[in-house]
């Protein structure tokens, strides 16, 4: 068995990662070496490395890899603006007329690779159900936004309140609740 007293073979030089450092120079035996990466990068391979009596490094070559949190989809009747998945990329989401957003407006892609928040989901926005008025009519049942209900009454009644209603996008009627009182 050969004992070297070095690590300095060209063909065994330790080389800086692409987008990373490495710390320590000393090739002499026992001597270690170390990498690390740039921010949005993740280390592959040997953080610490260390010349052998066999004139070699231990370990597996280092490498810098980008950091990716995966692709993020636009939420069921929303939409997302922003497409990159790198450390620190921010995506956007809204919904569709009508619909209100539960979880994160915002989503950022963390050193972890994994995205900050809550999936963004867009629930429709329901304003709960009107009540016929007694001695009159009532039309439409639909409760969601632009949806609107119409009231009336019989003969010898009259409207107090609001004749026509609407579901706004705040998941509210607006007007006021209609009643039919005689003459």
């Known amino acids: 068995m050969n004992i070297y007293d070095s690590c300095s073979n060209t063909l065994r030089t330790l080389n800086v990662p ?3 450092s490495k710390q320590g120079s000393n090739d002499v035996v026992d001597s ?3 990498f690390s990466c740039d921010y949005g990068y993740r280390l592959q391979g040997s953080a610490r490395r260390t010349c052998t009596t066999q004139g070699t490094w231990d370990g597996v070559n280092a490498e810098c890899v980008e950091i990716h949190c995966g692709p993020l989809s636009a939420p069921f009747h929303g939409n997302k603006q922003g497409s990159n998945d790198v450390v620190d990329s921010v995506v956007l989401f809204s919904c569709d ?3 209100r957003l539960e979880g994160s ?3 950022t892609c963390t ?3 994994i995205w900050d928040g809550v999936n963004a989901e ?3 926005i329901h304003c709960g159900h009107l009540n016929a008025v007694s001695h009159g009519s009532k039309q439409g049942s639909n409760d969601v936004v632009d949806a609107v209900v119409l009231f009336s009454c019989d003969r010898g009644y009259r409207l107090q309140g609001s004749a026509r209603r609407t579901c706004t996008r705040n998941g509210t009627w607006d007007g006021v609740n209609a009643e039919c009182v005689g003459q």
């Open 32 to 34: 270690v070496v170390s």
């Open 111 to 113: 050193t972890q690779g």
């Open 105 to 107: 407006v915002r989503r």
């Open 18 to 20: 692409s987008h990373g």
């Open 97 to 99: 007329r009508g619909y």
């Open 122 to 124: 867009c629930v429709e």
